[in-house]
């Protein structure tokens, strides 16, 4: 729809009116592939762990970083469940889900990505995995 005018019951008559629909078009559709490609982007980034986190207000947030990150275990896998249990969440009068935050100097772990996908979807949305140095300012 970026690119037509509409069914035809209402269209430029004049140059200027032609020249001008033109113009949004062309501008539309250049918009729209620059935003398209930003999220593709975005989404390549997040999946690296090389994206950006952004707090919600209000929420409370776990930050995993260390050796433990590096390989997935049996005790992390614990750890995600019990975080993640519905004891914690609001339905049982609990404090909610916290965001959880892993961070490691390499790239995610297959194990570590094959764990968190594994997790119920309340708990994949409100997990992350960055890469870097928490002790260097990059």
């Known amino acids: ?33 620059t935003e398209v490609s930003n999220l593709v982007e975005l989404h390549k980034l997040q999946s690296s762990g090389q994206g950006r986190w ?5 929420n409370s947030h776990v930050i995993v970083i260390g050796g433990g990150v590096r390989g997935s275990s049996s005790v992390l896998k614990s750890f995600l ?15 909610g889900w916290p965001n959880v935050s892993f961070m490691a100097s390499i790239d995610q772990p297959r194990e570590l990505r094959e764990g968190i996908a594994s997790l119920p979807r309340h708990a994949r949305a409100r997990t992350n995995y960055f890469m870097g140095d928490p002790t260097r300012h990059q």
């Open 1 to 33: 729809t970026i690119s037509t005018v509409g069914y035809g019951d209402f269209s430029p008559t004049t140059t200027l009116s032609r020249l001008f629909i033109i113009m949004a078009i062309i501008v539309g559709v250049c918009f729209f592939s």
């Open 54 to 58: 952004k707090p919600y207000k209000g």
């Open 81 to 95: 469940d019990e975080i993640f249990s519905h004891k914690h969440g609001m339905e049982n009068g609990g404090f």
